[in-house]
């Protein structure tokens, strides 16, 4: 008797162990927008964290390039530590960012950086050339202002001098001989009425008669009330034998005894 064949268990469709599969296309797509979402979110809270960190950097810098600039005497420190903290943190996102697009962009702003101060320097020396040609300009026209100045005052003297030279010799001698002879005459002469007498005013009356004093062409003393009393020789020499023979005199004995022996009224 034939046995019948024996039967196959039934098959039984195998269950992934992840329902992704089967899952509707719009979770899929809800779930990729959160997770870029999530990303995005983590990628601005390490960015925040970033800048942070660099602001508070370039605060201690600012900070730090603030003090340089009080014992700096020029710009080219300030320019030099400033450069160095520019140079700190772009390193610093460069390394934190990576990538070579970021190494390009990092070059490229190295690049115009550089060629911002090279432009500021060539600006600086163009001021600066500006400024020496200015005060060059201002100190050859305040030569030249002086030195015509100096030939005016030069031309003006010269005919002064022209004027002068045009006085004779005998005439100036014989005015100075009349002078002398005037105030020897007058024994006792008042400035005012010297002055008046020579057309002079009365400083000038006493600037010639000291400058016959220095030379020794007359002789004499000034009171106190402005009168010149004029001593000759003769007077000069009897008072210092007068104080040699008696060897020590006061001030009383020496004036009683030259009013004996200087004459104090004048000759016609």
Known sequence: MNEPPPLEPPFIKPVPPFSFATASPILL????????????????????????????RRTQALLAMAEDDERAVAGGRRRNVRRRVQHGDDDFVNQMLGGPDLEEEHKRREKEKEERL????????????AEQERLRKEKEEREKRELEEYLALKESFA??????????????????REFADYVKKGKVVNMDEL?????????????RLQYFLDNGLLEGVMDDRGKFICITDEEMHAVAKFINQRGRVTIQELADYSNKLISLEGTA
């Open 118 to 129: 090279e432009q500021e320097r060539e600006k600086e020396r163009l001021d600066e050339e």
């Open 159 to 176: 005919v002064e001098e022209e004027g002068f030279d045009q006085l004779e010799e005998e005439e100036s001698t014989n005015l100075m």
């Open 195 to 207: 002055a008046a007498h020579f057309g002079l005013k009365s400083d000038e009356a006493i600037s």
């Open 29 to 56: 797509g809800s779930i990729g927008i959160l997770l870029s979402a999530l990303l995005f979110i983590i990628y601005r809270l390490l960015r925040l964290q970033w800048d942070e960190a660099a602001a508070r």
